[in-house]
T-cell receptor
Framework: GQQLNQSPQSMFIQEGEDVSMNCTSS?????WLWYKQDPGEGPVLLIA?????ELTSNGRLTAQFGITRKDSFLNISASIPSDVGIYFC????????????????FGKGTKLSVKP | DSGVTQTPKHLITATGQRVTLRCSPR?????VYWYQQSLDQGLQFLIQ???????AKGNILERFSAQQFPDLHSELNLSSLELGDSALYFC????????????????FGPGTRLTVL
């Protein structure tokens, strides 16, 4: 089945640093989504991308839908302590890949921690 | 608070047993989705219901089943439990959910942590 490769698996940030993470796939997606999950809670949608090449910002977060439809990145600028958490990318496959509203494929997450 | 509620928050049970997880979607949402989150597999889509009908199926085992009731709440039934079923189970809801190629934001509940001993 389709898989998303998300990297890095984990990273440490210092307040004020910019952060970058990405997701790649061997197959195309119609929609790319970025979620954040805090401990003990469900994922919360940060950014949704609907068209190849689309670049969308949400405050200090910027995400892009790759032109090949097989990748996406998320950047966080000037990180702050509350950015800590797990970030997931997710993609919605096209209909001919069994894609439907619910059938989101998730990456395994990027865990953001604060540098000791 | 996403507006999606899940009960119970924690569940500890033994192998071979059967459990039921419950989800109430946000007011006005017609679609309910179930996901399993384990350490090694990440978030896996299990099944989707829209207004009482099954709409999409993912990696759901035959030992698992779900339904959505007329009041739109949903239950996920897990039977003949195995150690490997230990995971976080999330429910999400969205307003729509019928058309592929479009996306209605899914709002996730806080999850039920299932531990099978």
């Amino acid at each position: 089945g389709q898989q998303l490769n998300q990297s890095p698996q984990s990273m440490f940030i210092q307040e004020g640093e910019d952060v970058s993470m990405n997701c790649t796939s061997s197959s195309i997606f119609n929609t790319w989504l970025w979620y954040k999950q805090d401990p003990g809670e469900g994922p919360v949608l940060l950014i949704a991308l609907y068209k190849a090449g689309e670049l969308t910002s949400n405050g200090r977060l910027t995400a892009q839908f790759g032109i090949t439809r097989k990748d996406s990145f998320l950047n966080i600028s000037a990180s702050i302590p509350s950015d800590v958490g797990i970030y997931f990318c997710a993609g919605q496959p096209p209909p001919f890949y069994g894609g439907s509203q619910g059938n989101l494929i998730f990456g395994k997450g990027t865990k953001l921690s604060v540098k000791p | 608070d996403s507006g999606v509620t899940q009960t119970p928050k924690h569940l500890i049970t033994a192998t071979g047993q059967r459990v039921t997880l419950r989800c109430s979607p946000r007011s006005g949402d017609l679609s309910v989705y179930w996901y399993q989150q384990s350490l090694d597999q990440g978030l896996q889509f299990l099944i989707q219901y829209y207004n009482g009908e099954e709409r999409a199926k993912g990696n759901i085992l035959e030992r698992f089943s779900a339904q959505q009731f007329p009041d739109l709440h949903s239950e996920l039934n897990l039977s003949s439990l195995e150690l490997g079923d230990s995971a976080l189970y999330f429910c999400a809801s969205s307003v729509g959910g019928m058309a592929s190629g479009s996306y209605n934001e899914q709002f996730f509940g806080p999850g039920t942590r299932l531990t099978v001993l």
